[in-house]
Every structure is written in structure tokens, then in C-alpha cells.
């Protein structure tokens, strides 16, 4: 049946009741404050919209806390005891099977469909669109959607737990230790696949490691060198700042580690001991952290003839104990050292929020000499200016040094398209990228030689017409305005009907098995739903969420790195901080202005084969309907920006 908005007569023509009906009908909740985000409602509007509202037969009000309204099912529901056999879901791996057909004894519809919550609703309305039915779900199906959801962390969630236990008639774990004998014991009770115990968590990382040359290094490449010769020349005059960019793909990290290494060896060799030998490494996410901690003991253990060092964790759980690490962040003086942190630990230390961070911080302040900013585009940040003003007023003032492939900010606004670069410029003063070696087209010639992926573009026209929420100024919109339409956006774009033409879509790319597909979709819901509708079409997928536990993460990227999963789902936490050079595919769901967002999606897929990626990907966007321009591939246009900053008579171009 197909779901038709009630007429409603209103008595306060200027809010659009229709247009917000129809929405919580397609999403099945919207929330009070995303109401009044996109369509702009004081409270009086809001409680006028809520009196119009009531008693309509589609809508109930939303659960208390978030508010709004959420959608009841159609009335006519085919609810036939015998449709529950009818729709089955087939397993390729056995412990899924094993588990969905334990969950399906152990459990009623109601359980399922309540443990699942929005997320039944966005596949029932789905479904309808693929099938022209609109029917309970069977238990089957809610079984293999409650397993896409949570995977083999199933228990981890204890509403799950305890529901599972209370029907089985055993004791659930208060707590869950995935991998552990309380977890493994409840899941042999429960009857489940030991696989559902879950991964025990790694051992903890050590805080800090010494590190010490080993062998050496394969060369960088030319482009690279010249970056690294030109950031050398900037690190030996302390105070400088310069942003160094580089296409997504093409080793930045790597090259800022080389030339760190290069640095403090040559710091240590004339002054072993003093101010200038720490160094800050600052990412926003615990992977960026990772990522970037991995890259320095890597590069470290694969050199010869270089100096020791310290390497420190100090992000998260790591070296949160200041008073344990007391004696050893004591001896920074005494060798060069690098502390890879978030800007949010730092900032902390300097508010003095940390038990023991006073002295610490004061060593830090004599003794730092460079500060990288990782993603330096986010560098305007409050967080950070907080830690570039604290040590802005040393004795020896720090090189700060930014990292990005997207040096621009606020690049929408037409009166003034180069706002937020400038204030990226008035920060980092000056740009470094490898103009002699790769000219005025970097991507261009680094896609020619095989170091970056050539994009091969197309488009899917969703027929889906999304708003920008009202109240914004589409000729001129303000940073916090690109992130209002963002979030407009990406709500009106979790409906049914533009999920069944990307699926259409996504079923064609997977008919070639050596297809290997990033699918980031506008919602996280949308992504789960995408991932369970795809395996219920045969198709090997997964879904991952800022809520998968670490060790979860990494083995669901694992597999897809391996092949055995074809589709990997996900809303936004794929953009940094992961690593899958042989992705032929990116899907583009998550509609967006932001051309920074749109840069990092797209670069999941452009690592090219010299550096063990592909020749060629498939950048598949979504062409939907509304007033904003479209983002495209952005270093013409920044460089432009640079160029005109620094000399307005010289034009940049790119091929």
C-alpha cells in the first residue's frame, strides 16, 4: 500500500505541515529539534505545529527526551502467519545462520522489532518499494537485520543481552567483555555460535616506545623529495608556519615523517639535549593518531643513521596517568621526542584539567619545537588556535606545520568564495606543494603516472528533491550555514525511494565479482539499512558506525580489504583514517555542499597502483534536485585562491 499524506487544513499557512508529514513518513521519526533546524521554528511555531498534528493517524508523538513525531505502520498490514516462512534470508556464513535461527526461536516479533526500533521501520518501507508489499517483516528477516546491525557484537549491546538471556532462562553477564570467559560462557548457555562471544580487545598499545634506526627506507618519490626539501627549509627557522598539501592518496604523512626524522637527527647531532627537541603531533580522531604513531615507528624501524626518540601515545586511554609517566616525560630534555595527541587532550592540559599537567605542560612549552596539525584544514578550530595561541608566547616560538589535501574553508560563500582560505592562509602564511615536479595539474600528473587513481565519474538522477532548511542564505551562506545545509540535507535524503535507486544501482555494479565497493550513505540508518538490503539481495556487505568497537572495526575492514565482503557501509567514518587501496568503487549517497567532505570520500578511492592501489575508480554521485552548486574535485580552485593570495596577478590553472 502506498502511503499518502493526510490533508491537513492549517491555521498558520507558513508552516509547511505537508512537507514535514511526508518526511517522517519516508524516515519514520523526526525529532523536535530536527524540526526546528529545517524549517527554522521558534518554540510558538513548534507547539502550533504539534496542535496541528494531533490526532493525525499516521504520526504519534516521539518518545520523551528527543520529542517530534514518529510514524505508525500503514493500517492494512499483512500480518499472515504464513508470510513468516515465505520470507527467509539465506547465509553464506554459517554462525550467521546459526544465530538467526536461535534469535528466531528464542524470540517474538515484537521483541525483534523492538530491539531494532527506527531501523524496522526503514526496512519495512523499503521493502515496500522493492516489492510493491507493505507487511510485517518476518522473523527471519528482523533476525538477519538485527545481526547487519550489530554483527558478531550482538551481545555487547545489553538490551539485546538481557532480552536474550531472560528468554533462553540463563544469567546474563552485568558486563561484557568481548572474547572473554564470561562472554564465551553465556553465549555456549544462550545456545549461540561461540563467534558471538566477540573479539577480545588487543592488548593495550604501549604509552611510549624508543625507538632506534634499523634499515633503510625505499626512496620518496620526486614529488615527494620536493616537499620535503621545501618543508626543510621552513623547520630550520623556528616561528615559520606553512600548510603542506598534497592530493589524497599521494603521502603526505609519509613525507612529513621523513623530513621529521631528518630534522631532529640533525638537531640531536649539534645539540643532543635542550629546546627544540619535542615535537606535537595533533589529529582530531584516534585513528588519525594511529595512523600517524604507525607511520613514525615504521619509518624510525626501516632507517639507518638516525637519531633515538620517543614516540608517545598521548591520545585517549594512552598516558592519561601523568603521575605514572612523571619520570619519563621528565627526560624529554635529554632526546628528541614526538607526543602524537588530539587537540581536545592538549587543550585540557592547558585549561590545567589534568591531575599532574602543570609541569608537564611547562616542559612542553620549553621544549617543543615544531607542531604538525594533521587535517590542518579543521585548524581554525577553537581547540586548536587554543594550543597555537599557549605556545605562540615561548622562548623559542614552534614551526607550525599543517597537513591536508583540502587547504580551504568556506569556499561556497560567492561574494566572497575565498573567506575561509584566506583565514587558512593569515594562519599558515605560506604553501607548500611540489609545483616543479608536477606542475600546475598535481592530480592530473600523479594520475598520469600512476600514483593516484584516474576518477571515472557517473551519475545516478534519484529524482529526490532535496531542501536546504529555511532560514539559510543559499547566495551566501556562512560557515555554520554549509553545515545546516549538510544536515538538511542528508535527512531529506534517508527515504525509500532514493535507497531503491541506489540499490538498483549498487545489485549492477555487484554482478562483476571483482567489484569492491565504499558506500557512504547520509545517514547511519540509511547505511544499516543499505547493508541488510543488500544481503538479503545475495550480496556480501557490512555495516560500520562510529559506535563498532576497535577490534570489531578493524576485522570488518579486514575482510573487505580480503575480498569476503563486497560492500562495506558506512555514513562518515571512513573519510580519514582508513586505508583500502583497492577500492574500485565509491558510492556517494551522502549528499553534501562541503567540499572538503566530498574531497575526502572521494579519495578513498584514488590511491593508484604505483602505490598499491588501482589504475582506474568509479566515482557513482547522486544527482539529486536542489539549489546548491554541486562540490567537485578542488584543487584547481584552491590553488587559484593561493595564487591570487599571494601575487593577484598570477593565475593558477589546472588541466
Not at 620526486?222 to 620535503?228: A, G, I, S
Request: proline residues 5%; charged residues 30%.
Amino acid at each position: 500500500m502506498n502511503i499518502q499524506p493526510a490533508a491537513v487544513i492549517s491555521s498558520a499557512p507558513k508552516l509547511p505541515i505537508a512537507d514535514i508529514q511526508k518526511l517522517i513518513i519516508d524516515r519514520g521519526r523526526l525529532t523536535k529539534d530536527d524540526i526546528r533546524l529545517m524549517w527554522d521554528l521558534s518554540e510558538d511555531d513548534y507547539a502550533i505545529l504539534k496542535g496541528e498534528l494531533e490526532g493525525n493517524r499516521l504520526l504519534a508523538p516521539g518518545p520523551r527526551g528527543s520529542g517530534g513525531f514518529i510514524a505508525h505502520f500503514a493500517q492494512r498490514q499483512k500480518q499472515a502467519r504464513g508470510a513468516d516462512a515465505d520470507a527467509t534470508i539465506e547465509f553464506r556464513n554459517p554462525h550467521e545462520a546459526a544465530a538467526a535461527a536461535r534469535l528466531t526461536e528464542l524470540l517474538s516479533h515484537k521483541d525483534l522489532e523492538d530491539l531494532l526500533e527506527d531501523l524496522v521501520y526503514t526496512i519495512r518501507r523499503a521493502r515496500q518499494k522493492l516489492t510493491g508489499e507493505d507487511r510485517r517483516g518476518s522473523k527471519s528477516e528482523l533476525a538477519a537485520a538485527l545481526l547487519t546491525k550489530h554483527g558478531i557484537d550482538l551481545f555487547a549491546d545489553k538490551v539485546v543481552r538481557a532480552l536474550v538471556a531472560k528468554r533462553a532462562k540463563v544469567q546474563a553477564p552485568s558486563r561484557w567483555h568481548a572474547g572473554k570467559g564470561t562472554a564465551l560462557a553465556f553465549v555456549e548457555r544462550a545456545r549461540f555460535p561461540i563467534e558471538y562471544g566477540g573479539i577480545p580487545a588487543a592488548d593495550t598499545p604501549v604509552d611510549f616506545e624508543y625507538l632506534e634506526g634499523r634499515a633503510d627506507l625505499r626512496p620518496l618519490q620526486d614529488f615527494q623529495q620536493e616537499v620535503q626539501w621545501k618543508l626543510q627549509r621552513v623547520l630550520d627557522r623556528p616561528g615559520q608556519r606553512a600548510i603542506v598539501t598534497l592530493p589524497t592518496g599521494a603521502g603526505k604523512t609519509r613525507v612529513a615523517v621523513d623530513t621529521i626524522r631528518d630534522w631532529l637527527t640533525k638537531r640531536f647531532r649539534t645539540k643532543a639535549t635542550g629546546e627544540g627537541n619535542v615535537v606535537l603531533w595533533l589529529a582530531h580522531t584516534d585513528e588519525l593518531c594511529e595512523q600517524a604513531y604507525a607511520c613514525f615507528r615504521d619509518v624510525w624501524q626501516g632507517s639507518s643513521d638516525v637519531c633515538p626518540m620517543l614516540l608517545f601515545r598521548f591520545w585517549g586511554q594512552y598516558t592519561r596517568d601523568l603521575e605514572k609517566h612523571h619520570e619519563t616525560l621528565q627526560t624529554l630534555d635529554q632526546r628528541p621526542a614526538v607526543l602524537i595527541s588530539t587537540p581536545h587532550r592538549l587543550a585540557n592540559l592547558i585549561d590545567d584539567k589534568v591531575a599532574e599537567g602543570a609541569p608537564i605542560l611547562a616542559a612542553l612549552k620549553r621544549l617543543t619545537g615544531l607542531i604538525i596539525v594533521d587535517e590542518a584544514h579543521r585548524a581554525a578550530a577553537p581547540s586548536y588556535m587554543k594550543i597555537m595561541e599557549a605556545f605562540a608566547w615561548t622562548a623559542q616560538v614552534p614551526v607550525v606545520i599543517g597537513l591536508t589535501a583540502t587547504p580551504f574553508r568556506q569556499e561556497y560563500a560567492p561574494n566572497d568564495p575565498s573567506a575561509g582560505t584566506k583565514e587558512l592562509r593569515n594562519l599558515f602564511q605560506t604553501i607548500i606543494e611540489p609545483a616543479d615536479t608536477l606542475g600546475e595539474g598535481p592530480r592530473t600528473e600523479l594520475q598520469s603516472r600512476g600514483f593516484l587513481a584516474k576518477p571515472i565519474f557517473s551519475i545516478i538522477k534519484s529524482n529526490t528533491r532535496l531542501k536546504a532548511p529555511e532560514g539559510v542564505d543559499l547566495d551566501n551562506p556562512s560557515e555554520d550555514d554549509i553545515d545546516k545545509i549538510d544536515y538538511a540535507l542528508k535527512i531529506r535524503a534517508d527515504q525509500p525511494d532514493r535507497r531503491m535507486v541506489i540499490l538498483e544501482e549498487l545489485r549492477r555494479i555487484c554482478k562483476d565479482p571483482t567489484a569492491s565497493i565504499i558506500y557512504f550513505g547520509p545517514t547511519v540508518q540509511d547505511a544499516e539499512c543499505m547493508a541488510f538490503l543488500l544481503r538479503h539481495c545475495a550480496i556480501e556487505s557490512a555495516f560500520i558506525s562510529g559506535e563498532t568497537r576497535d577490534v570489531t572495526r578493524r576485522k570488518v575492514i579486514g575482510d573487505f580489504k580480503a575480498g569476503k565482503l563486497q560492500v562495506l557501509c558506512n555514513c562518515e567514518v571512513l573519510t580519514t583514517g582508513f586505508d583500502a587501496p583497492r577500492v574500485t568503487h565509491v558510492v556517494l549517497a551522502r549528499p553534501t555542499v562541503s567540499q572538503v567532505l566530498y574531497e575526502q570520500m572521494v579519495g578513498r578511492g584514488l590511491r593508484g597502483e604505483k602505490f598499491g592501489g588501482t589504475a582506474t575508480c568509479h566515482i557513482v554521485d547522486l544527482e539529486d534536485s536542489y539549489r546548491a552548486d554541486r562540490p567537485q574535485l578542488g584543487y584547481k580552485k584552491f590553488r587559484e585562491v593561493w595564487a591570487v593570495l599571494s601575487n593577484p596577478r598570477r593565475r593558477a590553472h589546472d588541466r
